[in-house]
Nanobody, 114 residues
Framework: QVQLVESGGGLVQAGGSLRLSCAASGFIFSNYAMSWYRQAPGKERELVAIIGSVYSTHYADSVKGRFTISRDNAKNTVYLQMNSLKPEDTAVYYC????????WGQGTQVTVTS
């Protein structure tokens, strides 16, 4: 049974930091590209960052230089380090595993206050 469980969300002031984690199980983690998406109220879900199975990374322009995606294949976990947070980063953050099929986590809320 595939599971992706996000954690680490919360309430933080602008300028602060959070580290999201996504623990995966039920599939061969190292073979999958892992990504973080977010969805703010009234907006479409958008890609935040992606890390490939060979550790290549890509970021949305809005988070470049502030967010860092990483993975630990030994722990089947992908991380999103978020620094210099802004109120516009407020959203539900989801992790996704991609290969032939896509798997999604349930999401974790990040709220940034001004």
């Amino acid at each position: 049974q595939v599971q992706l469980v996000e954690s680490g969300g919360g309430l933080v002031q602008a300028g602060g930091s959070l580290r999201l984690s996504c623990a995966a199980s039920g599939f061969i983690f190292s073979n999958y590209a892992m990504s973080w998406y977010r969805q703010a109220p009234g907006k479409e879900r958008e890609l935040v960052a992606i890390i490939g199975s060979v550790y290549s990374t890509h970021y949305a322009d809005s988070v470049k230089g502030r967010f860092t995606i990483s993975r630990d294949n030994a722990k089947n976990t992908v991380y999103l380090q978020m620094n210099s947070l802004k109120p516009e980063d407020t959203a539900v953050y989801y992790c996704k595993a991609s290969q032939a099929l896509d798997y999604w986590g349930q999401g974790t809320q990040v709220t940034v206050t001004s």
